[in-house]
């Protein structure tokens, strides 16, 4: 290697720790939270229902003997009003049904509620906050959508493009830092 070339590799050593040093200075908070928040959706499901109700099982798995689901949406409704907030809104996020549990879960959109029934008799198998829906937000950026008011996610998905990116610049610099020097020793033990 010259020491013109070995004076280049040196250059853009010094200048990808500067880029990353820079990186992680300016987007720190944005990885802590999406490292912690990322950490907690990864355990949702073994929470122990903390993050994420457990899920229940109905009585039967057999499509046919359930209710119709508007009459299944009433009795969540109803339960929503009369065993958590009568002024809660009863605005659906999704209905998730459980075929293989005999059960359906009724997950609000404007809060973090969920109620679970038994798909055949209607009966309440669980009311639950769900927490992972709030957590997940935070960590994909949403949060701040639904606060602003902007829509079609667009702050989403600016957020994680830029984090996506900076990721991806942290794994090039990083490895150009562990990397780099490696090389260079090996080049002047050539000489």
Do not use: C
Request: hydrophobic fraction near 40%; avoid cysteine; aromatic fraction near 12%.
């Amino acid at each position: 290697m010259t020491t013109l070339q070995r004076k280049k590799q040196a250059q853009t050593l010094r200048t990808f720790r500067k880029v990353h040093r820079l990186t992680g200075a300016l987007l720190f908070v944005f990885f802590f939270i999406i490292a912690i928040t990322g950490v907690f959706l990864g355990w949702k499901k073994h929470s122990a229902g903390v993050l994420l109700p457990k899920s229940y099982k109905g009585t039967s798995t057999n499509l046919k003997d359930w209710q119709p689901i508007d009459q299944l949406n009433e009795i969540a409704t109803q339960i929503l009003k009369d065993s958590i907030n009568p002024k809660l809104s009863n605005k659906l996020s999704r209905i998730d049904i459980r075929q293989n549990k005999g059960m359906l879960k009724f997950v609000y959109s404007e809060h973090h509620w969920e109620i679970q029934l038994d798909g055949t008799t209607g009966t309440v198998l669980n009311i639950g906050k769900r927490h992972s829906d709030w957590i997940e937000n935070v960590h994909d950026g949403s949060i701040v959508d639904a606060a602003l008011g902007i829509s079609k996610g667009w702050f989403k998905l600016f957020y994680t493009t830029i984090m996506g990116l900076a990721l991806l610049l942290f794994t090039i610099t990083g490895f150009w830092l562990w990397y780099g020097p490696k090389r260079m020793r090996k080049e002047q033990r050539k000489r």
